[in-house]
């Protein structure tokens, strides 16, 4: 949404977000603590993170629902809501992405 993107550009513009400096990637970050939240200054990141919180226990409700492989439904049993998220900047011409896995 706009208020994301605002949020996002205005915590960056501040100096929240940082690069991690690993070789080859340009991205910026800044991990959130979803109490953080409730700062004024962050607020704008509400509905991304209602959606994002949400997601574990969208998955144990399929994994309930559908039917799946017993692995899978265990698997998607075991989701829980993290208490950090990570936002992420990445340079227009996404030049610097490099594939990972963020912990």
Excluded at 17 to 45: A, I
Aim: net charge negative; hydrophobic share 40%; charged share 25%.
């Amino acid at each position: 949404t706009a208020a994301v993107r605002e949020t996002a550009e205005a915590l960056r513009s501040g100096g929240a977000m940082r690069n991690l400096g690993q070789d080859g990637r340009d991205d910026e970050v800044l991990t959130v603590d979803l109490g953080m939240l409730r700062d004024p200054s962050y607020s704008g990141l509400m509905d991304a993170a209602r959606v994002l919180a949400g997601m574990p226990g969208m998955l144990v409700e399929s994994g309930r629902r559908d039917e799946c492989a017993a692995e899978t439904a265990a698997q998607f049993a075991s989701a829980s809501t993290p208490r950090l998220l990570m936002l992420a900047r990445y340079p227009p011409s996404a030049g610097g992405y490099v594939p990972h896995l963020d912990n």
